[in-house]
C-alpha cells in the first residue's frame, strides 16, 4: 500500500514509560514488544517527510476529583500522572523536532485536544495509527479519527496489548467498522 507522504501522519498512540516499561504501573509486555517495529515504522515515515505523531496520556492528580462517572484512576489506579516519568514517552522512540505531541487526559486523542485542528492545517488525510493499548486508546483514537472522516489505517504488528484476545478484537472491531488493518511490511512511502 503506497502512501502519500504529504497527506499522511504516523499516530503513535501512547507508548510510555507506564505502560511499555517494566517498571510502569500499567505495564504490559505487548506494549514493550511494538517498540520496536514503531521505531522502524517511524523511521521510514520520517525518512519520507510523513508527519510523526505522538500522543502522550497525561493525568493532573486532581483530574477526577469531581468525576460523576468518567474516572480513569477508580477503573486502572493512578498512572501516567503530569510530570511523572511513566508519563514520559519510551527512550526507545526519540521524539524529534519535526514531530508533534499531543496531551490527552481520556482514551481519545482528539477529545478536547488540537489534534483534528493540527492535521485539517496540514492536509492530512491518511492516519497510520499504532501504539498501545489496542483496544483502549488505539481503538478509541481510531474510531473517533474514522468518524473525522479521516482514513484510519490500523497496523496491526505495531499495536500492543495486554491480553491476545483484547488485540484481536480491537483490530476485527475496526477493520469491521471504521478502518482498514495492515501490516508495516505493507506500507510504502512514496519515498521509499
Not at 520496536?36 to 496520556?57: K, S
Not at 489505517?153 to 500492543?160: F, N, P, R, S, T
Request: glycine content about 8%; some cysteine; charged content about 25%.
Amino acid at each position: 500500500m503506497h502512501l502519500e507522504p504529504n497527506d499522511t501522519a504516523v499516530v503513535v498512540v501512547d507508548m510510555q514509560n507506564g505502560f511499555c516499561h517494566p517498571d510502569g504501573s500499567l505495564y504490559a509486555p505487548g506494549s514493550e514488544t511494538v517498540i520496536e517495529p514503531i521505531a522502524d515504522l517511524v523511521e521510514r515515515a520520517a525518512g519520507a517527510d510523513a508527519a510523526v505523531v505522538y500522543t502522550r496520556d497525561v493525568h493532573p492528580p486532581e483530574q477526577f476529583d469531581d468525576a460523576h462517572y468518567y474516572d480513569e484512576f477508580e477503573q486502572w489506579g493512578e498512572h501516567v500522572l503530569e510530570g511523572s516519568w511513566e508519563a514520559e514517552i519510551v527512550d526507545e522512540l526519540p521524539v524529534e523536532a519535526a514531530d508533534h505531541v499531543v496531551e490527552k487526559h481520556t482514551y481519545d486523542a482528539f477529545y478536547n485536544t488540537e489534534l483534528e485542528g493540527w492535521l485539517n492545517a496540514r492536509g492530512i488525510d491518511d492516519l497510520v495509527i499504532c501504539g498501545t493499548l489496542a483496544n483502549v486508546c488505539v481503538l478509541h483514537t481510531g474510531g473517533s479519527a474514522g468518524l473525522r472522516d479521516f482514513r484510519p489505517l490500523m497496523v496491526e504488528d505495531c499495536i500492543g496489548a495486554i491480553e491476545d484476545d483484547h488485540k484481536a478484537y480491537a483490530i476485527d472491531h475496526a477493520d469491521w467498522l471504521f478502518g482498514e488493518v495492515v501490516d508495516s511490511d505493507a506500507l510504502a512511502f512514496d519515498d521509499d
